[in-house]
């Protein structure tokens, strides 16, 4: 029977400690005591449902802007060549 080698895993804190900048603190098991997350469950808008956030800077309505800004090319009339 193979014997495992010690001290090759961190350890395990099965009440590791998660704060999030929204305000929230839950508890995960993790091999860090203490976590700290930017965006979490609470205040991800794929939970919560606030689809508001996805365009925060408008580059839609950009994109739009300078697409009707831009002048159209004309096509160029198609070369021929002369035989001589």
Known sequence: MPIMKKDTHPA???TAKVSC??????TVGSTKPEIHVEICSKCHPFYTGA????????RVE???L???KATPTK????TVKKNK
């Open 62 to 64: 950009r994109f739009k």
């Open 51 to 58: 689809r508001d956030l996805i365009d925060i800077g408008g």
């Open 75 to 78: 096509p160029k009339k198609p």
């Open 21 to 26: 900048v929204c305000g929230a603190k839950f």
């Open 66 to 68: 300078r697409k009707a």
């Open 12 to 14: 395990y804190h099965p």
